[in-house]
């Protein structure tokens, strides 16, 4: 089975910290991405790679950078978090533009 | 922009009924359509899927139905249970060689509550 795993389910942080979430998928897959949910909205895309040290910005990077140094891991950073930055933040990873895989969740609070 | 449009937001039924879930979108280029279903808690998981050569695909309780000339697919819930109560999110995308944020995108979601 696919597994997408999400370094915490949740977290709560300061306004003004610096934030990260880690993502790691073990099914070799070439994609990976990171939404943020939120009620009434879906999932709207932060940032996606195709390719280890590749990125591209989703709808909504401002705010927002990533890292992918390894091909299982994509890290999504918070540089300055943000009282509006709170949300339920998923990632997910496939091969192409197939099936997406999402993790459980990290939901994130800032206060 | 390219956009997916969801509909209805939230639905309600009762046991038994049958809750019709619409995906309208723009890019007539998009070539694979799934639904995708989340519990509470949980991250979405793919449901069911179909791709463009057929009109309707059915697994279990759940039908796709497709229709290519209106740009619009369908989730069918036959004979819906409580436990189906779930956000459903359809997500049109594209088979491509490389990935294009244009070429995949969420709908808004649908909160489906069946009643006992």
């Known amino acids: 089975d696919v597994k997408v795993t999400q370094s915490s389910r949740y977290l709560v942080k300061r306004t003004g910290e610096k934030v990260f979430l880690e993502c790691v998928q073990d099914m070799d897959h070439e994609n990976m991405f990171w939404y943020r949910q939120d009620p009434g909205l879906g999932l709207r895309l932060i940032y996606f790679?195709?390719?280890?040290?590749?990125?591209e910005k989703g709808d909504i990077p401002e705010g927002y950078s990533v890292s992918r140094e390894k091909k299982e891991r994509f890290s999504l950073i918070l540089e300055s978090a943000s009282t509006n930055q709170t949300s339920m933040y998923l990632c997910?990873?496939?091969?192409?533009?197939?099936?997406?895989?999402f993790g459980p969740g990290t939901r994130l609070t800032v206060l | 922009q390219q956009q997916v449009k969801q509909s209805p937001q939230s639905l309600i039924v009762q046991k038994g009924g049958i809750p019709i879930i619409n995906c309208a979108y723009e890019?007539?280029?998009?070539?694979?359509f799934p639904w995708y279903q989340q519990f509470p808690g949980k991250g979405p998981a793919l449901l069911i899927a179909i791709r463009p050569d057929v009109s309707e695909k059915k697994e279990g309780r759940f039908t796709i139905s497709f229709n290519k000339s209106a740009k619009q697919f369908s989730l069918h819930i036959m004979d819906s249970q409580p436990g189906d109560s779930a956000t459903y999110f359809c997500?049109?995308?594209?088979?491509?060689?490389?990935?294009?944020?244009?070429?995949?995108?969420f709908g808004a979601g649908t909160r489906l509550t069946v009643k006992p």
């Open positions: 997910a990873s496939n091969k192409r533009t197939d099936t997406q895989y």
């Open positions: 790679s195709y390719d280890v040290k590749m990125k």
């Open positions: 890019n007539t280029a998009f070539d694979y």
């Open positions: 997500a049109p995308s594209k088979i491509l060689s490389t990935t294009r944020t244009d070429d995949m995108r």
